[in-house]
């Protein structure tokens, strides 16, 4: 069902330009754009294709959109609040944060009875959705690599492959099939991606089910109806907890849990519970994994780590007294006394307010005070705000994949943000960066070493031992003293546990040589036989894995713990520099754009294709007008095609 439903989030790049890859010769920038390329279209050869050009574009420009990006932008954004306050309110994170919450941070605040009340009533609402769905049971939606590996439909007769399918079922009755369950996923480079490739590499099963949330949001926003048996039970109703596990094959060896989007990560956690995959296969339930205040704080108690200085804040007065504790005054400007505000629990970029001065933070505060907490199904709003100091420095990315406590950096990104068109850190790229060098050394890798280290850290004191991670961090360089050397100082941004949200795989498979995605089904499904069972002893799986793709399986004993880069490789966030209505786009830039030698493949999104339609001044990621994949071996031509693209996005489009 989630497969059928997401066929209208297809994305396709334009095939003139894999095309112009491939005629590239010589050197190794074209064996680069040839893995590029490879990658690109594996996982897009199995989806029809979708190849859009707006009418009014001339013949010769091949700019390409993600259908998915915007429908994530409709249901993950800021920007969509209004459409979402009409269905969703927001939870505060299930039972598991409330808890917490109590355990944690009672001794800071209290929630009031109204908070209290309001919980309640959002409570009783999804209580009703769920007797609306009652009609329809819950249950496990169960993909078999059978389903998926048998001859060609096109070829053969419908009878004929039910009678292979049933053959195969029979044969897999008494066989032990290792499998994954993916929640929401909808992506086509995630979450669909990981469902083929599990299919295909490791001859696994699937199981498709939706957050609480996703459910929600298809059924009242979009009026779906066909995904409710794909939903998940419901955790207050033992019995329906019960007879859903009860659907599931004893053949099944659940293996891990995968969740795609940001809503689901607490359903996530609950699920892996109720199954009993925790610990051996699942990192059980946390609420710092996902509230922001007791992230920081208990990666510094129970980590030791350096961390911003934060405050919980139930009032304006509360946060104001903190951040003129840290210097911001009503007229402060400098930069060493801002302060950050935020909710306690988002998503990229959303009501996350950079303040200078206290009227900024009075406006920041008031706009998340009483705001829908984000990625809930039931509607809890936020009665507290988070106050954190602004940390200097360069900020990190870093995609981190675990299994059973064992770490490996995916990729290491280093941001580059600008203060343009009035927003203080716009991104304009996202950069590759190496942790060791060409032999393995780690010489002037000090900061990327000293970032890798204190994310293993914290994740450690998270309690995070399984599945992909993408962690924020800011990293300074302290200049030495009289009594003291240069030092590196580390500070967490924030931990998602989840991938890194773009089309990242082409990318890091060109310029590191493989990828978080198929290093997470190494995680999960590649081989455990001297894995300890949960009573302590050795179990042999009767799983058998398609001999026909063994050399395309990642082996996790040969992942390197860091990465180090074969090319210099980024993603350029397109920055608009205008607002108001479009009344012209530069095509032609955009040719000269494609035409680089370092762009891999480029897309504008769709919106800002047409003519008459609004465009925006970009002010944070969410406002960006669209993408680039830049690739090259050689240092000096990598950097001049990336200004030279920094230079033509600010001419991109006229408005009027």
Not at 342 to 362: E, I, Q, Y
Not at 598 to 617: R, T
Request: hydrophobic share 35%; glycine share 6%; with cysteine.
């Amino acid at each position: 069902m989630i497969v059928a439903v997401a066929t209208f989030l297809h994305h396709d790049a334009s095939i003139v330009n894999v095309l112009r890859l491939l005629s590239r010769e010589g050197g190794a920038t074209h064996n680069r754009a040839h893995a590029y390329v490879h990658g690109w279209m594996d996982h897009r050869r199995k989806r029809p294709a979708l190849t859009t050009h707006t009418p009014s574009a001339p013949q010769n420009c091949h700019c390409t959109f993600s259908k998915y990006n915007e429908c994530r932008r409709t249901f993950e954004s800021c920007q969509s609040r209004s459409l979402l306050e009409r269905a969703l309110h927001g939870r505060g994170g299930g039972d598991d944060d409330e808890g917490l919450h109590d355990g944690m941070a009672s001794d800071e605040h209290e929630r009031g009875n109204d908070s209290r009340n309001e919980s309640n009533e959002s409570n009783d609402a999804m209580q009703r959705l769920r007797q609306r769905w009652s009609s329809v049971p819950a249950v496990p939606s169960i993909a078999w690599p059978f389903d998926v590996d048998v001859t060609d439909a096109d070829q053969t007769e419908e009878s004929t492959r039910q009678q292979q399918q049933q053959q195969l079922r029979k044969e897999r009755q008494n066989q032990t099939t290792k499998a994954i369950i993916i929640m929401d996923g909808f992506s086509p480079y995630h979450g669909q991606y990981l469902a083929q490739a599990a299919h295909h590499l490791y001859g696994a099963a699937v199981i498709h089910v939706l957050s609480d949330f996703m459910t929600r949001y298809l059924y009242q926003v979009e009026q779906q109806t066909d995904h409710l048996s794909s939903r998940l039970p419901d955790w207050n109703n033992v019995d329906e907890v019960q007879a859903w596990k009860n659907l599931l094959p004893s053949s099944l060896d659940i293996c891990g849990i995968y969740c795609e989007s940001d809503s689901g990560l607490d359903d996530a956690e609950r699920l892996g519970v109720a199954l009993g995959l925790f610990p051996r296969r699942h990192d059980g339930v946390n609420a710092a994994r996902r509230n922001k205040f007791l992230m920081n704080r208990v990666v510094s108690e129970v980590g030791g780590l350096d961390v911003v200085k934060q405050m919980l804040c139930r009032t304006l007065e509360e946060a104001q007294d903190f951040a003129r504790s840290l210097g911001v005054g009503e007229d402060s400007k400098e930069i060493s006394t801002m302060v950050v505000v935020k909710p306690l629990r988002g998503v990229a970029s959303d009501d996350v307010h950079l303040c200078t001065n206290l009227p900024s933070l009075r406006k920041a505060f008031a706009k998340i005070y009483h705001s829908p907490i984000f990625g809930s199904s039931t509607a809890s709003k936020h009665e507290e705000v988070l106050v954190q100091e602004f940390a200097t420095g360069t900020e990190y990315a870093v995609d981190v994949v675990c299994r059973d406590g064992e770490m490996r950096v995916a990729a290491l990104w280093k941001y580059d943000k600008r203060a343009v068109n009035g927003a203080p850190f716009v991104y304009f790229a996202t950069q590759l960066v190496g942790v060791v060098g060409e032999d393995g050394n780690t010489e002037g890798k000090e900061v990327e070493q000293a970032v890798c280290n204190y994310v293993f850290k914290a994740l450690d004191a998270l309690g995070i031992r399984w599945g992909m991670n993408h962690i924020e961090c800011i990293a300074e360089k302290i200049a030495p003293g009289d009594d003291r050397p240069e030092t590196i100082r580390v500070r967490l941004v924030e931990v998602n546990c989840r991938q890194h949200n773009t089309d990242f795989r082409p990318l890091t498979n060109a310029v590191i040589g493989y990828n978080a995605l198929d290093m997470v089904l190494a995680a999960y499904l590649g081989d455990d036989s001297k894995q300890s069972s949960e009573d302590g002893k050795e179990h042999n799986h009767e799983h058998q894995y398609p001999m026909e793709t063994d050399h395309l399986r990642l082996q996790w004993d040969g992942l390197p713990i860091l990465p180090r880069t074969l090319a210099q490789g980024a993603i350029v966030h397109f920055v608009s520099f205008v607002e108001g209505k479009i009344s012209r786009i530069r095509y032609d830039i955009l040719t000269e754009m494609e035409e680089l030698e370092s762009v891999m493949d480029l897309e504008v999104y769709p919106q800002y294709l047409e003519v008459g339609n609004e465009i925006h001044k970009t002010v944070d990621i969410r406002t960006d007008t669209g993408w680039a994949h830049l690739i090259n071996d050689d240092e000096e031509s990598f950097q001049r095609d990336y200004e030279r693209l920094v230079e033509l996005m600010k001419d991109m489009f006229e408005v009027e």
